[in-house]
T-cell receptor
Framework: DAMVIQNPRYQVTQFGKPVTLSCSQT?????MYWYQQKSSQAPKLLFH???????NEADTPDNFQSRRPNTSFCFLDIRSPGLGDAAMYLC??????????????FGDGTRLSIL | RKEVEQDPGPFNVPEGATVAFNCTYSNSASQSFFWYRQDCRKEPKLLMS???SGNEDGRFTAQLNRASQYISLLIRDSKLSDSATYLCVVKRSGGFKTIFGAGTRLFVKA
């Protein structure tokens, strides 16, 4: 039944070692988002894709990149993780079109730890 | 000033109590409004959308006041299982930009 699936649920990497988080969806939504959420803070939008159009938030560090090879999949690449990048990473999808009141659907998240 | 502000709480209430959360937003171009619920170390889950005329879903009632730029969530007859963080979410017109409040923590005690 899972509609937005993130892998892995938990990821441990070393300081500076590149890591990739993945997200897939079965909803056929045209928008996919990546958020970073640290403890007791609001989810912070990193970027989103509208179909193949990539939109980076102005304050997202260059260390974070994303790929969306097709409608169903989206990846978050962290090129050189620092200790401050330890967080929960949330993928979400939504459908744009029709009424503006389209909520986002979240995956379970990937909890990233940096050693 | 943050674009979406919520009282962080925590709200500690007994079972059966009625509790209300408020959320204010600063961007008048905001178009869509939602309440999400987030359990500890879990993903946010949609609780309800908020409509201009106000809407109710069982024990939950959401209200929107565009003139004053705030939304509210009322929970009646609180259950232990309502203990969670409640996130106010605002989408700007154009449909993409979504801003989350930092959340209000609720603890319902027996």
């Amino acid at each position: 039944d899972a509609m937005v699936i993130q892998n892995p649920r938990y990821q441990v990497t070393q300081f500076g070692k590149p890591v990739t988080l993945s997200c897939s969806q079965t909803l056929n939504h045209n928008v996919m988002y990546w958020y970073q959420q640290k403890s007791s803070q609001a989810p912070k939008l990193l970027f989103h894709y509208y179909d193949k159009d990539f939109n980076n938030e102005a304050d997202t560090p260059d260390n974070f990149q994303s790929r969306r090879p097709n409608t169903s999949f989206c990846f978050l690449d962290i090129r050189s993780p620092g200790l401050g990048d330890a967080a929960m990473y949330l993928c979400a999808t939504s459908r744009l079109g029709g009424a503006g009141n389209q909520p986002q659907h979240f995956g379970d998240g990937t909890r990233l730890s940096i050693l | 000033r943050k674009e979406v502000e919520q009282d962080p709480g925590p709200f500690n209430v007994p079972e059966g109590a009625t509790v209300a959360f408020n959320c204010t937003y600063s961007n008048s171009a905001s178009q869509s409004f939602f309440w999400y619920r987030q359990d500890c170390r879990k993903e946010p889950k949609l609780l309800m959308s908020v409509y201009s005329s106000g809407n109710e879903d069982g024990r939950f009632t959401a209200q929107l006041n565009r003139a004053s730029q705030y939304i509210s969530l009322l929970i009646r007859d609180s259950k232990l299982s309502d203990s969670a963080t409640y996130l106010c979410v605002v989408k700007r017109s154009g449909g993409f930009k979504t801003i989350f409040g930092a959340g209000t923590r609720l603890f319902v005690k027996a």
